[in-house]
């Protein structure tokens, strides 16, 4: 599970590579609580965009899934 400035980080992360730039509202409940799995956190960041992640681009939300991921691996190992 990611930690809230790791989950912090990774929606900073996100906005800037990926365009997906939360309300504040909404990123401030994510980094409050993150999603405990990778497929969470991914599709509570594409709906907090208002998007519906079953119907998202495949190949967007693969990338932010690659993403989430990462971090999700990067805090394990860390």
């Keep these: 599970m990611l ?3 790791e989950a ?3 929606l900073d992360n996100l906005c800037v590579r990926l ?3 939360l309300p504040p509202e ?3 409940l ?3 609580n993150p999603p405990q799995s990778v497929s969470a956190f991914a599709n509570a960041v594409i709906t ?10 495949r190949h ?6 690659a ?8 805090s394990a190992e860390g």
């Design 3 to 5: 930690s809230e400035s």
């Design 8 to 10: 912090r980080s990774l």
């Design 19 to 21: 365009g997906f730039c």
């Design 26 to 28: 909404a990123s401030a």
């Design 30 to 32: 994510i980094v409050a």
């Design 48 to 57: 907090a965009e208002g998007l519906d992640p079953t119907i998202y681009d």
């Design 60 to 65: 967007i939300y693969r990338q932010v899934k």
């Design 67 to 74: 993403m989430v991921a990462k971090a999700f691996h990067d």
